[in-house]
């Protein structure tokens, strides 16, 4: 991915370098590399190290820990995408006989399945995946420690499940179909499961010295899918714009929204923090902005992929260290640092093609019981529906083709909206999800639920 410098401001730029700089000294990390996207490319790219003269660029390989989970997640998806699972599926009805059965394929996604954080011991991250041979050495003799579905309970076993679960559905091993249907689609040449020079070297830093211990580089075995691979900042800026845009070649725009959206019920720390966990992906409420991506973390490395869809901008930040700076605050500082200081030019007002009358009709005031709320047209043939004050229940719709629209957000998500009209043709109605919206408070002229009083409206006398 071409990088090009010039399409950031000299004051965004250093700012962005600040940012870098600090995180590499106070984080006494070896090396920090880090990329910001915006439009689709590779808008900057910096970089800190400890060696004079020896700066780590774009093409240099780290390994990025847990961000293999959002590529094994994305393997799972284009599964389901060809019809071949359903994310509602039991993983018993495609790999029987793991312990875990009852957890669903959607719950392993989103890390609610149930299962155990951490494979039994030894630390399955700095020793030889050969020691985990089957299933059984990876899962433990009780897989499940919550109830499947109850609670959001990071599990790095439950990655190496989905991992078998491509493996068995595909007929290949997990490597071979990660290159095939997603890297070498993406052109994420410099993204694999083994170090390919340059590379960087992982690395301990003593918490009371300013001393370093190499780490080994461990092949984690069944473990790959939960944290094997090693790439670059050019690469997972690649990686970010399909987060934020899909690829029909790999899985489509609906479904990397699909992704991206909350699919695991929080836990209460969760809650105050603003966190939530989608299908492979991290979700967070920062800045007043919600960033989504994953970090990852392996003995001698950092990783860190934020991005802000609405703001069209993605942050890469990798670094050489097994403890030090914070990547993830880093990730969301750089997209804060560049959407602040050049925020996004809207696209220009253009009015919609047009419309056919009985659609535009339906725009305009509509009331539910009291509550009044706006009904809008939207450029992708859809609706919005919002209310026309304070706070309340808003949802987009998207048309069905039939005359109604369903729903894809908050509330009313999944709900349908249908126009309800009198014998001569007239519109009566709306009704969503049996909720009756009419143009005036309880039109007597409308099916209200429980009738309109005769009396109509009066005041206190």
Not at 178 to 197: D, Y
Not at 303 to 317: F, G, H, I, K, P
Request: with cysteine; net charge negative; aromatic share 6%.
């Amino acid at each position: 991915m071409t990088t090009s410098q010039e399409d950031l401001l000299p004051a965004t730029r250093r700012s962005l370098l600040h940012r870098i700089a600090v995180a590499q000294s106070e984080g006494r990390a070896p090396s920090l590399v880090a990329a910001v996207v915006r439009g689709g490319r590779t808008v900057w790219h910096g970089a800190r190290t400890s060696v004079d003269g020896h700066g780590p660029d774009e093409d240099v390989q780290y390994r990025i820990g847990s961000i293999t989970k959002t590529f094994t997640a994305v393997l799972v998806l284009r599964l389901r995408d060809e019809g071949v699972l359903d994310l509602g599926d039991p993983l018993e009805k495609h790999l029987p006989g793991t312990g875990a059965g009852e957890a669903t394929i959607a719950q392993l996604l989103a890390h609610s399945g149930g299962l155990a954080a951490e494979s039994p011991a030894p630390w399955w991250e700095r020793t030889p995946g050969t020691l985990r041979p089957e299933l059984a050495d990876v899962l433990g003799k009780q897989p499940l420690l919550h109830p499947a579905g109850r609670r959001h309970h990071y599990s790095n076993p439950g990655y190496t499940v989905l991992g078998a679960l491509v493996e068995k559905l595909r007929g290949a091993p997990w490597e071979e179909v990660l290159r095939r249907e997603v890297l070498e689609p993406l052109e994420l040449n410099r993204t694999s499961t083994r170090p390919s020079a340059p590379h960087a070297g992982g690395w301990a830093v003593h918490p009371w010295a300013d001393v370093m211990l190499a780490e080994p580089a461990e092949d984690l075995g069944l473990m790959a899918p939960a944290g094997q691979l090693w790439s670059t900042t050019d690469d997972l800026a690649r990686f970010a714009v399909f987060l934020a845009e899909g690829d029909d070649r790999v899985l489509g725009a609906e479904t990397v929204r699909e992704m991206r959206a909350p699919a695991a019920p929080a836990e209460a720390a969760d809650v105050v923090d603003g966190a939530a966990y989608g299908l492979g992906l991290q979700l967070q409420h920062r800045d007043g902005r919600l960033l989504v991506g994953h970090s990852g973390s392996l003995p001698g490395f950092l990783a860190n992929l934020t991005l802000s869809v609405e703001d069209d901008v993605a942050a890469v930040a990798l670094a050489n260290c097994t403890s030090g700076p914070l990547l993830a605050g880093v990730g969301a500082d750089l997209v804060r640092i560049v959407a602040e200081a050049e925020p996004r030019i809207p696209e220009p007002w253009r009015p919609l093609p047009a419309a056919h009358a009985s659609v535009l009709e339906l725009a305009g005031q509509w009331y539910w019981g009291t509550h009044a709320f706006a009904l809008r047209l939207t450029a992708d043939d859809g609706l919005s529906l919002g209310p026309l004050s304070g706070q309340g229940r808003c949802s987009r719709f998207r048309a069905n083709g039939d005359g109604s629209w369903t729903g894809l957000e908050g509330y009313y998500a999944g709900e349908r909206l249908q126009v309800v009209r009198r014998p001569d043709g007239s519109l009566s109605h709306l009704d969503l999800g049996s909720f009756v919206f009419t143009r005036s408070p309880y039109d007597e002229g409308a099916a209200v639920p429980g009738g309109v009083d005769p009396e109509g409206w009066r005041g206190i006398g």
